[in-house]
């Protein structure tokens, strides 16, 4: 489980990309790629795929979450929340079907 920015591995990347409206579009090796609707922009997001590894802090806050375009507290709030019934209602209103 996430803790602030520690522990995020890519199965909860994904998961909360997927929360968020963002579709799987193409997978290039170890990397997958999802697209999505954010404040009226299309975003593509990279998302390297290791396995149980835990992604890097850096890549996460650096990469990751800008490219999303959704608020890093948005990301903080919903990998502390614990369940996924808590994570299902922290949504960013920004976030749209494409």
Known sequence: MPRDWMNWTCHDVIAFLQDHFFVHVHTRGSHYYFKGRVDNAIRLVE???????SIKPRTLRHSIIPKSGIPAS????WGNAGNKRARKKIIYPGAQEI
């Open 47 to 53: 998302v390297p795929y290791h396995a149980q590894q």
């Open 74 to 77: 948005i990301w903080k709030k």
